[in-house]
């Protein structure tokens, strides 16, 4: 350093008062108090509160879903989480698939009694941060008004080989409680059953980090589920249930139906209590009578079944545009027939500012069900039918695309757009049972908030 | 994941916050790891950018000037209520040098201006009297959340001290997110977060006033704050005396003395208000430093 006269450096150690004021004073602002008391982020408490909306093509299903979550620290090494969920479906789903006089099938929507659910679910998780582990449970109850389910999942994960490995050990099990909420004034619907069902769920999973830029995961799932599998609001139409072959009458028995719809007698019927006294009446059963007449058959599924879930995680980091591509790949097997294959791929951009955009695209295809057919010309001999749409073949595409921004440290908001199309034929490798009439898009926005407290 | 070590090679991040240009350094885990610590990190600055900027309309500091100018009162937050706690600790220790309601001088003077003409347009003492008027920390009031101006066409200002806090809060968030190495420096208002991994201190090099591209010393930083008052590159200069453009809330007038301070105290924000009242105290500046117990590096 060079000195000259007019240029010194002094140096003094007391502290005097005037620094101490100003000391006392900067500790006191929240940016400098933090690091002051060596708080860390994780001692936060996290308040989430998540919006969202999806609506299907076609006059069919819109869900409003709404979620409160709070995570907060317990103790040194541990952390809760406590979440409340509701969501309302509403719009109406198909309940069976009718013949035209040309032997095609058409959906039935039963708009006139449309669906209206409320589903509130209640979560809650403890987690313990171990040095080199990671456990948590979590206990949670889901209800609807024809339906509840009780949960409980538990975890463990172990960290080795430097922190380089992971393994990871889970086990869930499920208690369903199914019913239907019977509603005397929709045509279709059966008198009240009372079924349960129970599903177990084994999860091993192993992590490695490859090199500085890569990671990889494998994960095997193993769920079994027994018990009442059905759905009891779902019809499947069984030609030789009928009592005439209305194909050979040249009966369009789907054309009636749709008329009736859309003509607003069945609403009508619904709505007056006409539906209602003959469902009431001991003289006549609709169920029975479009069964007998009809060919209208109870959805019925195996009491018991298997899946095996495989997955494959790829995780690279790319430097040059501070980005990080995702890319999953899962198949999972299925004691009924409906394996599935799923290939996504998203990609987190972090754009600087506390912005991130995250485009991903996923595309989903399936084998249908041994037991699914749009309808059955007889019953099976295993004596199995279902109709809907969900155990079909098919193939899923979707788009999603996701912008996060960080205001500060403390207040986060995320939107969610996806695209979501479905279609029989995008099913690969061979068409098995499935019909363009289950063929539906839809759109969800969602917009969800994260502050921390 | 938790590695053991911290990058060889710090991450540089360069942008622009405060009307300056700024960079934040860091050793981190891993470049993904650093990635996210710099973009806290700046979100941080922006975000006390976008909340005290004079320059930015309808931000927090837009509202609480709209009362001022009535002379009407208005609520704030704790963060803000806090900062004028801070101002007025400051203003007590500079037995009022330090005033953050000194910005009605900003109009009266044209700091726009080259620095060799500024004498050409001289404020008219009546000017800079009745900006006086408009002036004075015992105007303001506070009571819990709520400011008062006791009269109007005030104006807050928060040079000196937000840019500063910006960097220690910078810097503590950086801390929280697990680093243990690195430096903030908005325009020259720094704080380290710690010193290099190898425990050598930042060294930080001040420039000479008088001799462009040459340095007049150091000062070593490990995790303190530095600040430096008195921009080399704008003075006045009026009748060959040469004068900063920091104006005294006393006088109205640019104050005299020294060329700039350069102080080290435990927060940035803490050195940033030192040596701006070190130089509101023109010739006893200095001694005022020496008597607070803080590193400093002057010239005159």
């Known amino acids: 350093m060079v000195a000259t006269k007019k240029n010194t450096t002094k140096k003094t150690i007391a502290k005097s008062d005037a620094l101490k004021a100003l000391m006392g004073a900067a500790l006191a602002l929240p940016g400098i108090s933090v690091a002051a008391e060596q708080g860390y982020r994780s001692e936060d408490i996290e308040i989430g509160v998540h919006h969202a909306e999806y609506t299907e093509s076609g006059d069919r299903m819109t869900v409003k879903a709404d979620q409160l979550s709070i995570t907060g620290p317990i103790g040194q090494n541990f952390e809760g989480n406590f979440s409340a969920t509701r969501d309302i479906t509403s719009g109406a789903s198909p309940v069976v698939n009718f013949l035209d006089g040309k032997g095609k099938p058409h959906q039935f929507l039963e708009t006139g009694a449309s669906i209206k659910d409320q589903r509130d679910i209640y979560e809650g998780t403890l987690t313990h941060y171990g040095d080199s582990s990671l456990s948590s449970i979590k206990l949670g109850t889901s209800e609807e008004d024809d339906y509840t389910s009780d949960y409980f999942s538990l975890s463990h994960r172990i960290d080795f080989n430097r922190k380089l490995s992971s393994l990871t050990f889970g086990y869930g099990h499920s208690d369903d409680d199914v019913w239907n909420s019977y509603n005397p004034s929709v045509l279709l619907e059966e008198p009240s059953i009372f079924k349960t069902r129970k599903k177990d769920e084994f999860n091993i999973s192993f992590g490695q980090v490859i090199n500085k830029n890569t990671t990889l995961q494998l994960a095997l799932t193993y769920v079994d589920s027994s018990g009442f599998l059905s759905d009891p609001y779902k019809k499947t139409f069984v030609v030789d249930e009928a009592i005439f072959d209305f194909r050979k009458l040249n009966v369009d028995i789907s054309g009636i139906f749709r008329f009736l719809v859309d003509s607003g007698v069945i609403r009508y019927l619904n ?170 898009e839809f759109t969800a926005f969602s917009v969800s908030f994260d502050v921390r407290f | 994941m938790c590695a053991s070590k911290t990058q060889h090679n710090p991450s540089h991040f360069d942008f622009k916050a405060m009307g300056s240009p700024c960079t934040i350094t860091v050793y981190a885990y891993d470049a993904l790891d650093a990635i996210n610590v710099i973009q806290k990190a700046t979100a941080e600055v922006h975000r006390l950018e976008n909340k005290f900027s004079r320059y930015i309309k309808n931000n927090t500091l837009y509202h609480v000037n709209q009362a001022a100018k009535k002379g009407g009162y208005i609520d704030v937050d704790d963060e803000f209520i806090s900062l004028l706690n801070y101002a007025d600790t400051c203003y007590q220790q500079s037995n009022g040098l330090f005033d953050i309601t000194a910005g009605a001088l900003r109009h009266v003077w044209n700091f726009s201006q080259p620095s060799n003409s500024a004498s050409n347009n001289l404020p008219t003492d009546t000017d800079i009297n009745d900006a006086l008027q408009r002036i004075g920390w015992q105007h303001v009031k506070i009571d819990n959340n709520r400011v008062h101006f006791l009269i109007p066409n005030m104006a807050l200002d928060f040079g000196g001290i937000v840019k500063e806090y910006a960097a220690d809060s910078a810097a503590n968030i950086c801390g929280s997110l697990g680093v243990q190495h690195g430096l903030i420096n908005l325009g020259g208002d720094i704080k380290a977060i710690g010193p290099h991994p190898n425990d050598n201190p930042w060294q930080i090099n001040i420039r000479d006033a008088r001799n462009p591209g040459q340095h007049k010393g150091g000062i070593k930083l490990y995790n303190e704050g530095l600040a430096t008052s008195g921009d080399y590159e704008r003075f006045f200069q009026i009748d060959g005396q040469r004068y900063s453009h920091i104006l005294s809330p006393k006088t109205g007038w640019p104050v005299k003395g020294l060329t700039s301070v350069t102080v080290k105290a435990p927060q940035c924000v803490i050195a940033g208000s030192a040596c701006t009242i070190a130089m509101l105290m023109e010739h006893d500046g200095i001694d005022w430093l020496n008597g607070l117990g803080v590193e400093c590096l002057w010239q005159d």
């Open chain 1, 271 to 440: 709505n007056s209590g006409i539906t209602k006294i003959l469902n009431e009446s001991p003289l006549i059963s609709i169920p029975f009578l479009s069964e007998n007449v009809l060919g209208v058959t109870k959805d019925d599924r195996p009491e018991k079944r298997e899946q095996w879930i495989s997955l494959l995680r790829l995780s690279h980091y790319f430097k040059s545009t501070n980005s990080a591509l995702h890319t999953d790949y899962r198949y999972s097997d299925d004691s009924w027939g409906a394996y599935s294959h799923t290939l996504e791929f998203k990609w987190n951009i972090g754009l600087g500012l506390g912005w991130q955009i995250s485009p991903g695209v996923r595309f989903y295809s399936q084998h249908s069900a041994f037991f699914y057919d749009t309808f059955f010309e007889t019953i099976p001999d295993h004596g199995y039918v279902s109709s809907d749409y969900r155990l079909a073949g098919f193939g899923a595409f979707s788009k999603k695309l996701e912008i996060s921004k960080e205001f500060g440290r403390d207040f986060t908001v995320y939107l969610h757009y996806e695209e979501y199309e479905r279609k029989y034929d995008y099913e690969q490798g061979g068409q098995t049972n499935g019909d363009p009439l289950d063929d539906f």
